[in-house]
């Protein structure tokens, strides 16, 4: 497997499931990587320089050498054809790898609005709106149903969309969103949280 000149530079917020996401795959693939912790309440990630890295003012960023890359899924996406080609991770198939973009695609529909913003309000100690639990429902519902067909979001082993979804689901209930009435969810995050270098993601500021 391939291994970067020097260590993988992640730009990041610990607590953020989308960093978290990049995080994951590092360590599953064992890549040599370093954290740069950016100061989001205090303004950093809108200051020139980290602007020039990302100008959204966004994390996660990645620097491998002199390639910058934003956004956490094309992340993922990269570090798993340029680092682990011959896995699993991304799939080859057509329909599988269709399938995944689905996932991709409700990571930032459904997952993002819902889920992820649940975890945020409780987080912070505010109330969550009903249309945010509404939504978080009616996306767990989905994926319960689908866990019925397969192990794993896409296929019969995990791959880039199962970690996309995983840190935001399983802290739903910081929320106040139960995953008591998804039996197959959770034994799906126990299956994340088996893999070999599997890191969990922080749950408090």
Not at 49 to 57: R, S, W
Request: with cysteine; proline share 12%; aromatic share 8%.
């Amino acid at each position: 497997m391939p291994r970067p000149a020097v260590p993988l530079k992640l730009h990041r917020l610990a607590l953020s499931g989308h960093c978290h996401r990049v995080e994951l795959l590092l360590s599953l693939l064992d890549l040599p990587h370093e954290f740069v912790d950016v100061d989001l309440p205090g303004g950093e990630h809108r200051q020139p320089a980290f602007l020039a890295l990302n100008p959204l003012g966004q994390v996660p960023v990645l620097q491998d050498g002199e390639h910058v890359l934003p956004e956490s899924n094309a992340i993922l996406v990269y570090l798993a054809s340029r680092y682990a080609p011959s896995s699993d991770w991304l799939p080859r198939d057509p329909v599988e790898a269709a399938e995944q973009q689905r996932w991709f695609a409700l990571s930032v529909g459904m997952l993002a609005p819902g889920p992820a913003s649940a975890r945020f309000q409780g987080i912070m100690g505010r109330p969550v709106p009903p249309a945010i639990v509404e939504t978080s429902h009616r996306l767990f519902a989905l994926i319960e149903a689908h866990l019925a067909q397969r192990p794993f979001l896409v296929a019969d082993r995990p791959t880039l969309a199962d970690l996309s979804f995983y840190g935001y689901t399983a802290q739903a209930p910081i929320g106040g969103v139960s995953l008591a009435d998804y039996p197959r969810l959770r034994a799906w995050l126990a299956r994340i949280e088996a893999l070999p270098g599997f890191v969990p993601l922080p749950d408090k500021l």
